[in-house]
């Protein structure tokens, strides 16, 4: 079989943070497979077949772009922000564990992005600037428990967090409840970042005190971040501030 | 004043993994600085003023940017991978808030990059397919008890963990004893990557178990990463291997 398959990483959103070798990819695509909002961010000539679809298939996404790509087809699946952070990449190596032993023969070629928490780290200053870490909230494939000892975890040992897949219309209440356990363990001083839409024309990004963290600020589209005590502010002349983690971390 | 400063990620190394906005940023700069390596990936016309430097001196890097840019000139600060990991944006926001308060009335954009570990990912499968932290093993900045601390709660936790900066020569004992610390809290059959110069011609990548992890396998270019539970390695028709976290983690 001469097909492929690419899972290419948009960025966040503005097309000058794709890189030249996701436009490569897309370029050379017959197929496009993806979340419909996705796919519309992609400009293709006449002949590209696209293949759209809601936000809660991954699965389905995946087979139907190995089924694709084994029968020759070049196929992109697509993917906002960083194809292996939350996205498509670890669905396609699902499907290929649990499929056609056939799919084991393709060439899989994952073209990375700019994920959310990088984008919206470079429009604030630097808050990534110490250690951190990326969790997703999403209770669907993974017990509540865990997302909460997780939290606790990283807030207990000084990581800064970016919480991914922060809300829902099906997931209501887990981001309040994330607040609060990070309360126990936080300074109600700490601060918060809500970006959403980064890099893209509705771009709104609020920074608040965790003690005032409020979920009704997350959408969909929204990368919440919880600073760590090295997160700080600095005042711009422009009466703006900056964000970000101081590099040191002085001994307890 | 008509300065700027761009802090801007190259990315991992390869030229096609860069975005078109550091493109255009570094189209723009009248200066260039940065660790020499860094600076000589990029192609500049005559004219352009090159601003090298050694690879532990940030904060006066920072400072000579700012000042730079204070006196009207375009000055791009290079980075490799993304500015905001472990790189310089977090350098030239300290130097700011300690600065000259000129600089706060600076235009300053930073410039995402794809980072070291979704480079190394995209090269392997979808090992960052979970909840993942990045955490540097330089105790350059920090106490090594505060590293200590961190590695055993994210491997307590279940995080696959990305380490920066794992060895150097003047830093040669931390990573083996990160080794040992996780060996106390995760299985000896834990997969661990070792990905050295990723997307450059000298690239290497060596997938081992961390019962067998030998420091050795490292140097100043490498990216380790060490995956959770649900880390797996999936055979390929070729006689290779991807390795992917599972997105499900199943209740305890």
Not at 139 to 156: H, I, M, T
Not at 173 to 202: D, H, K, M, N, Y
Not at 224 to 245: L, P
Request: net charge neutral.
């Amino acid at each position: 079989m001469s097909g492929r398959l690419f899972v290419v990483g948009l960025g966040p959103g503005d097309a000058a943070l794709r890189t030249a070798e996701a436009e490569a990819a897309l370029s050379q695509a017959t197929d496009l497979v993806g979340y419909a909002p996705y796919l519309a961010r992609v400009a293709t000539g006449p002949g590209i077949v696209r293949h759209g679809s809601d936000n809660r298939v991954e699965l389905d996404r995946a087979r139907l772009a190995l089924d694709l790509a084994s029968r020759g087809r070049v196929v992109a699946v697509i993917s906002g922000g960083d194809p292996g952070v939350f996205a498509m990449a670890s669905a396609v190596f699902e499907a290929v564990e649990h499929g056609d032993p056939a799919w084991r023969a393709l060439e899989i070629s994952i073209v990375p992005g700019i994920s959310a928490m990088m984008a919206v780290a470079a429009r604030v200053g630097a808050p990534l600037g110490g250690d951190f870490c990326a969790i997703s909230l999403s209770d669907n494939l993974k017990p509540w428990p865990v997302v909460l000892g997780r939290l606790r975890a990283a807030a207990g040992a000084g990581f800064v967090i970016a919480l991914y897949n922060p809300i829902s219309s099906a997931r209501p209440w887990q981001l309040g409840a994330a607040f609060e356990a990070l309360r126990g363990i936080l300074p109600a001083t700490s601060l918060v970042l809500f970006a959403t839409a980064v890099t893209r024309p509705e771009e709104r990004i609020r920074i608040v005190a965790l003690g005032d963290a409020d979920p009704a600020l997350a959408d969909m589209r929204t990368l919440v971040m919880i600073g760590c005590a090295g997160t700080r502010s600095i005042a711009r002349a422009d009466g703006g501030a900056w964000i970000y983690t101081a590099r040191s971390v002085p001994a307890s």
